[in-house]
């Protein structure tokens, strides 16, 4: 049911969602809007006595494991290449004066 939808209303989501609205896109928006409440409304009416809530419509679960290093952490086969390390890491040329 559209009407229910005003021009403030539809004024004040504007402001709030920062959108400048021509007019043709007013009627739209508050033709959307009315189809949205009327939705919900009809879902309201839905009898739902017997149905336990779900906190998601997908069965999820989590998977804990230890956080433990199974492959190790690679430096060594990381700087074999470089041209110039130091304490296990690399050494650049310096990219600024102090």
């Given at each position: 049911?559209?009407?229910?939808?005003?021009?403030?209303?539809?004024d004040y989501v504007g402001?709030?969602?920062?959108?400048?609205?021509?007019?043709?896109?007013?009627?739209?928006?508050?033709?959307?809007?009315?189809?949205?409440?009327?939705?919900?409304?009809?879902?309201?009416?839905?009898?739902?006595?017997?149905?336990?809530?779900?906190?998601?419509?997908?069965?999820?679960?989590?998977?804990?494991?230890?956080?433990?290093?199974?492959?190790g952490d690679g430096t060594?086969?990381?700087?074999?290449?470089?041209?110039?390390?130091k304490n296990h890491m690399?050494?650049?040329?310096?990219?600024?004066?102090?």
């Amino acid at each position: 049911m559209a009407n229910r939808i005003t021009d403030e209303m539809i004024d004040y989501v504007g402001i709030l969602a920062k959108l400048e609205l021509s007019g043709e896109e007013r009627e739209q928006a508050k033709e959307d809007m009315g189809k949205m409440l009327d939705y919900i409304d009809q879902m309201n009416r839905l009898d739902t006595s017997g149905i336990e809530p779900m906190p998601h419509v997908f069965p999820i679960q989590n998977v804990f494991r230890e956080d433990e290093v199974t492959n190790g952490d690679g430096t060594e086969e990381t700087l074999c290449n470089a041209p110039e390390t130091k304490n296990h890491m690399f050494v650049v040329p310096r990219t600024f004066e102090q």
